[in-house]
Every structure is written in C-alpha cells, then in structure tokens.
C-alpha cells in the first residue's frame, strides 16, 4: 500500500496563489500514477489535475487550465498542484490519489488509494 498525505491548503483571497503538497510513502512511488481531486460541499467529486507516472502525460479539467500545473519529484516522494488566480468556485477539499500504473486518468474510480484532504478556500 501507498500513504498519501496532503499539505498546504489554507484561505486565500481570489487571485491568489498555493501550492498543495502530497507525500506519499510505503511503496515506490515512481509506479504511480498521481490525481488531484476536489469535492465542494454538495458537489461531486471532481479531477481536477492528473500525471503520469514519468510525467509524460498530465490531464487538466478545463476550469483550471492556465491556472493549475501538477507535477511531480519522484525523488523525493512528493506531487505537488501549484494554483494560480485562485477563484472562490475553487473552494473545496482537495485529494490526493494515486494508482499503481503508468497514468489514470481523470476518473475518480480507476485510483486505490487517497489522501485525507486539505482545505482550499478563497474568498472573494
């Protein structure tokens, strides 16, 4: 198995920036491929970034595009979602997910495992 702990949410103001961090540990983490998920209150949970394993091939949900990059330090165990222009429809908990495969995808289904969430919330 593979632990996922997520790190770096907090409260922005709209057109600010973070950086969500996901440790990963227990297994190699160069074999999985990587997801950032998002659910806000009374809404499904959605893909928000995903990465290839090599970091060949990402996936951006068109809603964050130009404002959201993923990437990954397989030396150091870690995915990271840098966000941009931060708006107040992307106030949500945010999840880390990882699957043991080349690339995953933006489907909530295909990834085994999942991180506790960190909170994102900006303020208008």
């Known amino acids: 198995q593979v632990q996922l702990v997520e790190s770096g949410g907090g409260l922005v103001q709209a057109g600010g920036s973070l950086r969500l961090s996901c440790a990963a540990s227990?297994?190699?983490?160069?074999?999985?491929?990587m997801g950032w998920f998002r659910q806000a209150p009374g809404k499904e949970r959605e893909c928000v970034v995903a990465?290839?394993?090599?970091?060949?091939?990402?996936y951006y949900a068109d809603s964050v595009k130009g404002r959201f990059t993923i990437s990954r330090d397989n030396a150091k165990n870690t995915v990271y979602l840098r966000m941009n222009s931060l708006k107040p429809e992307d106030t949500a908990v945010y999840y880390c997910?990882?699957?043991?495969?080349?690339?995953?995808?933006?489907?909530?289904?295909?990834?085994?495992?999942w991180g506790q969430g960190t909170q994102v919330t900006v303020s208008s």
């Open positions: 227990g297994r190699t983490f160069s074999n999985y491929a």
């Open positions: 990465i290839s394993r090599s970091a060949g091939r990402t």
């Open positions: 997910a990882a699957k043991e495969t080349y690339y995953s995808g933006s489907y909530y289904g295909a990834y085994d495992y």
